[in-house]
């Protein structure tokens, strides 16, 4: 069992920069495979990114390449997305998830998941 927490998130200006965290409790935490996924209202769960459980392997949705980075430190049990160069369609409740066997873009190969954290840029 996995307890997942977010934080970090907030309102920016277009622009401007968050860095999201996601601290897990519970046991293996450095076995697990570790994903961001965000909902803005009236869209559905969209995967944003994925780190394996070494942290040596790392995937992005196109939308965020370039501009968001996950990385995680399993000494603190935490991982994180920094968000640089946000724009207002990055509006949503970001949420953490860990669990997969591999790589997934699948919210259902996820198995636990956190509470979500809201961000939200203005125009």
């Known amino acids: 069992q996995v307890q997942l927490v977010e934080s970090g998130g907030g309102l920016v200006q277009a622009g401007g920069s968050l860095r999201l965290s996601c601290a897990a409790s519970g046991r293996s935490f450095s076995s697990y495979n570790m994903a961001w996924f965000r909902q803005a209202p009236g869209k559905e769960r969209e995967f944003v990114a994925f780190?394996?459980?070494?942290?040596?392997?790392?995937y992005y949705t196109s939308s965020v390449e370039g501009r968001f980075t996950i990385s995680r430190d399993n000494a603190k049990n935490t991982v994180f997305l920094q968000m640089n160069s946000l724009k207002p369609e990055d509006t949503a409740v970001y949420y953490c998830?860990?669990?997969?066997?591999?790589?997934?873009?699948?919210?259902?190969?996820?198995?636990?998941w956190g509470q979500g954290t809201q961000v939200t840029v203005s125009s």
């Open positions: 780190i394996r459980w070494s942290g040596g392997y790392t």
């Open positions: 998830a860990a669990g997969g066997k591999s790589y997934s873009q699948s919210a259902i190969a996820y198995d636990y």
